[in-house]
C-alpha cells in the first residue's frame, strides 16, 4: 500500500505496521513525514530508536543483527536504515540490482538484505526504511516492493506549482496564522521550488502574527531579509530595465553562496507572467487588460507594466531555454556554465545586452 504523506498521521494512528519505506523528492515532507513516524512509535511504546546509514563498506548484518537483538532498556524498538546514495552507499543507479559496488562487494548485497528483512520482519521491530528519490526503475525495484507488501511505503513528491497556495494556506491553519489570499499568492510566487523555506517563512509569520491577518504587505515586510528574496530583488531591477542593477544584485548573490539553482524558481515565474502579458497585450493592445488577463494585480502587476510601457523586446522564451541549461548545468556539476547563463539571461533581459539565443515567443 502506498501512501501521501499528508495521509500518514492519521492512518499510524490505528497502529504501525513493522515495516515502513519512505522516499521521495521532497526532503521537507520525507523528513516530517518521519518526525510523524517517530511520534507515533513514541505514543505506541517504541521507547528505544537506533538509526543506521548506510555508506560503501556497510554490514548489512548490522541490521539483521539489530531486528534480531533484545534490549535491556525496551521491549519494543523503532529502527531507522537511511538510504542517502541507494541501497549500497552510493550512485551508481537509482534502482540498484545488479553489478559490483565501490566496498568490493555484490551490488545487490543491499537490495536482497531489504528484500529479506521484508520476509520475516519481528513483531517487537518497527523497521523505517528512509531513501531520497528514486526513479520508476527503483520504485518499481525487487526491494521497495518487497518493503510495501510488508507495511506501507510513502513516497514525497514535490508539490506542484498549481498546488502551492493550497498547500500554504492548509499549513497556515494548522499554525493558527489568518494568511490572506493575496499574501498566501505571493508566498507561493516567491518561494516555489523551495518548499523548506516556504515552511520556514510561515512559521516565522506565525510567531510575529499570532493575533493579526497577516497581507501581502506585511508578509514582505516580515521576510524581506532573506536571500531568496534578494533573488526577486535581483527580478525586479530586471524586468525594470536596470541592467547595471541587477547585474550587481546578481553578483552579490554569488559571494553569498547563493546556487545558481536557487535562482531558477523566481527567474521562471517572472518569465513565464512576462510571456503571458506579452501575449495578452499582443491581443488587447491595452496594458491594463493586458495585465488581468495574466492574472496580475497590485504591487505583483508593476514590474509588467513598467515593463511593457518600456516595450521590451526581450523573448522570455529565450530565458526560459536557458533557465533549462542552467538547471542541467548544476546537475551535471557545471555551476561556473551555470552563471555564465544567468548573466547572459539577466543583461538580455534587462536590455543591457543583446539575446544570445533568439526562440520564438
Excluded at 523503532?78 to 565501490?102: A, C, F, S, T, Y
Excluded at 520556514?200 to 506565525?206: F, M, N, P, S
Excluded at 532573506?226 to 525586479?236: K, N, T
Aim: hydrophobic share 45%; glycine share 8%; with cysteine.
Amino acid at each position: 500500500m502506498q501512501l501521501r504523506p499528508a495521509l500518514v498521521a492519521a492512518h499510524v494512528k490505528k497502529g504501525l505496521p513493522p515495516v515502513v519505506v519512505l522516499a521521495g523528492e521532497e526532503p521537507l515532507l520525507i523528513q516530517e513525514t518521519l518526525d510523524e513516524l517517530r511520534a507515533a512509535a513514541r505514543a505506541q511504546g517504541y521507547s528505544e530508536r537506533v538509526s543506521l546509514t548506510v555508506e560503501p563498506g556497510f554490514r548489512w548484518q548490522q541490521v539483521f543483527d539489530e531486528c534480531a537483538s533484545l534490549s535491556l532498556f525496551a521491549s519494543r524498538r523503532m529502527i531507522e536504515v537511511h538510504l542517502p546514495k541507494g541501497p549500497n552507499g552510493h550512485r551508481r543507479g537509482k534502482g540498484e540490482e545488479g553489478g559490483d559496488n565501490e566496498a568490493g562487494g555484490k551490488s545487490e548485497d543491499g537490495a536482497k538484505a531489504l528484500a529479506q528483512l521484508a520476509e520475516k520482519p519481528s513483531p517487537d521491530i518497527l523497521l523505517v526504511v528512509v531513501a531520497g528519490a528514486l526513479d520508476k526503475r527503483g520504485r518499481e525495484s525487487g526491494w521497495f516492493s518487497a518493503l510495501e507488501t510488508a507495511g506501507f511505503a510513502v513516497y514525497a513528491w514535490p508539490v506542484k506549482p498549481e498546488e502551492l497556495v493550497a498547500w500554504i494556506e492548509q499549513r497556515a491553519r494548522v499554525l493558527n496564522l489568518r494568511l490572506e489570499p493575496e499574501a498566501a499568492r505571493l508566498l507561493a510566487e516567491r518561494t516555489e521550488g523551495n518548499l523548506l523555506a516556504c515552511a520556514q517563512d510561515l512559521a516565522k509569520l506565525a510567531l510575529l502574527f499570532p493575533d493579526a491577518p497577516v497581507d501581502a504587505e506585511a508578509l514582505l515586510q516580515a521576510v524581506a531579509d532573506s536571500a531568496r528574496y534578494e533573488a526577486f530583488d535581483l527580478v525586479d531591477k530586471m524586468l525594470a530595465g536596470d541592467g547595471l542593477s541587477a547585474l550587481r544584485s546578481l553578483e552579490r548573490l554569488r559571494e553569498e553562496g547563493v546556487s545558481a539553482l536557487e535562482l531558477v524558481g523566481a527567474l521562471a515565474y517572472a518569465l513565464r507572467n512576462w510571456g503571458a502579458v506579452n501575449a495578452a497585450y499582443a491581443r488587447s493592445r491595452d496594458v491594463a487588460s493586458a495585465l488581468a488577463q495574466a492574472k496580475l494585480f497590485g504591487a505583483r502587476a508593476k514590474p509588467y507594466e513598467a515593463l511593457l510601457r518600456r516595450g521590451a523586446r526581450y523573448s522570455p522564451a529565450a530565458g526560459l531555454v536557458l533557465l533549462a541549461r542552467v538547471d542541467q548545468s548544476v546537475k551535471t556539476g557545471r555551476e561556473s556554465a551555470a552563471w555564465e547563463d544567468l548573466l547572459t539571461l539577466v543583461l538580455a533581459a534587462s536590455g543591457a545586452a543583446p539575446p544570445a539565443t533568439k526562440v520564438a515567443a
